[in-house]
């Protein structure tokens, strides 16, 4: 890890655990936790850390970000961080300025589309947008007749459906009728929606990865206290089975994760490579959000279950997290998709060379 990366993890993580303790926003019913923990992280310019300082950023790396990223998923963090770096990271990408304040990215889902009209306003339905009401702010990737239209979006012009996803947070509808963005710009050569899920999928990942390891932290340690017929529960060979299928699904996890993230941050791999490193950590880290829930809840038994205990804020996200930037199921077809195009001689050495 370099040292910028280490500094800025180390601010980001200090940050989560003075002001975003799990047990004390457990405890936070009004939610007064976030405004403290947003502001700090403001101050801090993690939110705008993928942003040069030329558009209004921190101008830090792709690497340093990831690492905060992963941060935020050991913490379990239910503001738009991620959501709001990666809008100001698509923004970037046209020279787009960031504005201060909560942002989200749209479309979330390869199969939703918004189309740039000619007269240069917005049209469409993104569905499963994180954190759209809290959004001061919208990113959004658009098709237009001459290629892909990058363009940011005043959210009190849109028509907002509120939902809950399974952790509670918002995960809302957005829905574009001939809005006028703020500001429109052409995307990069090369560069759609699928570039967008590809960096959003890679983000998810790395969240999921660091709630894994929260999860199994916390089975552990109550593995540990927790007394059966006079000893911890971490005696049985049953829960030490169980225990270590949960280490192995967090390692998986966080090897495919951060595989995925050092492959984008590097800058320099061919497109099929970056397609199979952010692809195989969402299909991965998704199986494993939904395994290692399991487990740790069957650790805990009925307590895990509870709404005081603090371990449905990792797992319910960790599994809220699968489906945003295409589910586990729909790259799997995706990534088929392309091995087969490729056909079976091409296949070994694409693997090969990750």
């Known amino acids: 890890m370099a040292e910028g990366e280490n500094i800025v993890v180390e601010t980001a993580e200090k940050i989560f655990a003075d002001l975003a303790d799990a047990q004390e926003v457990n405890r936070d019913k009004q939610g007064q936790w976030k405004a403290p923990l947003w502001q700090a992280l403001s101050e801090a310019g993690l939110p705008l850390a993928w942003v040069s300082e030329e558009h209004g950023g921190s101008g830090a790396s792709l690497a340093d970000g990831f690492g905060v990223l992963g941060a935020a998923g050991r913490f379990a963090i239910a503001?738009?961080?991620?959501?709001?770096?990666?809008?100001?990271?698509?923004?970037?990408?046209?020279?787009?300025?960031?504005?201060?304040?909560?942002?989200?990215?749209?479309?979330?889902?390869?199969?939703?589309?918004?189309?740039?009209?000619?007269?240069?306003?917005?049209?469409?339905?993104?569905?499963?947008?994180?954190?759209?009401?809290?959004?001061?702010?919208?990113a959004v990737i658009a098709n237009g007749a001459d290629g892909a239209?990058?363009?940011?979006?005043?959210?009190?012009?849109?028509?907002?459906?509120?939902?809950?996803?399974?952790a509670n947070d918002t995960s809302d509808t957005i829905v574009f009728d001939k809005v006028e963005p703020i500001t429109a710009k052409p995307a990069p050569n090369g560069f759609d929606q699928t570039t967008l899920m590809l960096m959003g999928g890679v983000v998810r990942s790395l969240?999921?990865?660091?709630?894994?390891?929260?999860?199994?932290?916390?089975?552990?340690?109550?593995?540990?206290?927790?007394?059966?017929?006079?000893?911890?529960?971490?005696k049985f060979q049953a829960v030490q089975h169980n225990l270590a299928r949960l280490a192995g699904e967090s390692a998986a996890a966080?090897?495919?994760?951060?595989?995925?993230?050092?492959?984008?941050?590097?800058?320099?791999?061919?497109?099929?490579?970056?397609?199979?490193?952010?692809?195989?950590?969402?299909?991965?880290?998704?199986?494993?959000?939904?395994?290692?829930?399991a487990i740790a809840h069957q650790v805990h038994g009925a307590i895990g279950f509870t709404i005081e205990h603090i371990l449905h804020r990792f797992t319910l996200r960790a599994l809220a997290w699968r489906d945003d930037f295409g589910s586990e199921s729909y790259w799997a077809v995706e990534l088929g998709k392309r091995i087969a195009a490729r056909g079976a001689d091409e296949l070994w050495p694409l693997v090969a060379s990750r």
């Open 79 to 138: 503001v738009p961080l991620a959501e709001t770096m990666l809008a100001g990271w698509l923004l970037a990408q046209a020279g787009i300025a960031s504005p201060n304040g909560e942002m989200t990215v749209a479309p979330a889902s390869p199969r939703d589309r918004v189309i740039s009209n000619a007269d240069g306003t917005l049209s469409g339905r993104a569905r499963g947008v994180p954190f759209a009401k809290a959004a001061k702010h919208v």
């Open 149 to 166: 239209v990058i363009a940011l979006v005043d959210a009190a012009k849109l028509r907002i459906e509120g939902h809950l996803n399974l």
């Open 207 to 234: 969240q999921i990865a660091g709630a894994l390891e929260s999860m199994l932290d916390i089975s552990v340690r109550y593995a540990g206290e927790r007394v059966a017929f006079e000893k911890p529960i971490a």
């Open 254 to 293: 966080l090897a495919a994760a951060t595989s995925a993230a050092d492959t984008l941050a590097s800058g320099t791999a061919p497109d099929d490579a970056v397609f199979l490193e952010a692809v195989s950590a969402k299909i991965r880290c998704a199986e494993a959000a939904e395994k290692g829930s």
